[in-house]
Structures are given as C-alpha cells and as structure tokens.
C-alpha cells in the first residue's frame, strides 16, 4: 500500500507538468504521499508474556519493514521533482529546501529504527532474566 502511494506520487508529478511543481511550490515534500510508520510500543520485558515479547519483534521487523518503503518512497518522490525540473523547458531549478527536508525525514526515521532495535534489546533481555530457561 505504502509502495502505492509513493507510485502515485510519481505520477502525479509527471502527470501535472509543471502545474505541479507550482502546486507543491518550493517545498514538493512537504506534501508528500510518503506515510512515516508509527512506532509500535515496546513492553516491559519485566512482566511481559512471552507472546508479547514475540509480538513485539514481529513488531519491530514490520516497522523496519515500512521505514525501509518510507525512505525508498522520499527518495522516489525527490527523484520524480528533479526529474520533472529537468524535463521543463528552460529546465528549472531544484530548491536545495527539498533535499535538506528530505534528508531531515529520512535521519530522523533511521534513527527512530535504531532507537526501536535498542528498546526492543532491552525489553527482550529484561524478559529472559524475569524467565531463565528451566534448569535440565
């Protein structure tokens, strides 16, 4: 779906010329159909059930997963607003704001993941010390 919505950016862009670089203005992603993913809740390890720690990975992977889409995405809507300058006749000139907004979206979304992977660390660890395996 995300995958979708990036696509039918692009076409958009294509599609209005011009027009669109007017309609988005000087800042194209500003009004980008990229959908930052929510971070999803880590539990506390302490008391969490193992079915919530296993959610809670699967969790973290889907997140990794649409942040991985998200910034593909960016990157193809940045792609599609200089290819579209390019294509104008006298071609136009890229506004170094839509690089710097897009590189801003995509630090911040890769450091939500690493943030993410960290939380789940500790909430994986909190939970094999609350749950040492049985002794054999």
Same mark, same amino acid.
Not at 5 to 18: D, K, N, R
């Given at each position: 779906?995300?995958?979708? *919505?990036? @696509?039918?950016? #692009?076409?958009?862009?294509?599609? @209005?010329?011009?027009?669109?670089?007017?309609?988005?203005?000087?800042?194209?992603? #500003?009004?980008?159909?990229? =959908?930052?993913? =929510?971070?999803?809740? =880590?539990?506390?390890?302490?008391?969490?059930?193992? /079915?919530? &720690? +296993? #959610?809670?990975?699967?969790? &973290? $992977?889907?997140? &990794?997963?649409?942040?991985?889409?998200?910034?593909?995405? *960016?990157?193809? /809507?940045? /792609?599609?607003?200089?290819? /579209? *300058?390019?294509?104008?006749?006298?071609?136009?000139?890229?506004?170094?704001?839509?690089?710097?907004?897009?590189?801003? $979206? +995509?630090?911040?979304?890769?450091?939500? $993941?690493?943030? *993410?992977?960290?939380?789940?660390?500790?909430? #994986?660890?909190?939970?094999?010390?609350?749950?040492?395996?049985?002794?054999?």
């Amino acid at each position: 779906m995300r995958r979708g *919505l990036c @696509l039918s950016t #692009a076409v958009l862009f294509s599609m @209005l010329g011009g027009a669109g670089l007017a309609v988005f203005g000087g800042s194209a992603l #500003a009004a980008s159909a990229c =959908m930052d993913p =929510m971070v999803p809740a =880590m539990p506390d390890g302490k008391t969490a059930e193992r /079915e919530a &720690v +296993i #959610a809670a990975a699967a969790a &973290v $992977k889907t997140y &990794v997963a649409q942040s991985d889409e998200y910034q593909m995405c *960016l990157n193809m /809507e940045y /792609e599609a607003y200089v290819n /579209e *300058l390019k294509a104008q006749k006298p071609p136009g000139k890229a506004d170094p704001k839509v690089n710097s907004e897009r590189e801003a $979206k +995509i630090t911040a979304n890769q450091k939500s $993941k690493e943030t *993410l992977g960290a939380a789940y660390g500790k909430t #994986a660890a909190a939970y094999r010390q609350a749950h040492p395996p049985a002794p054999k």
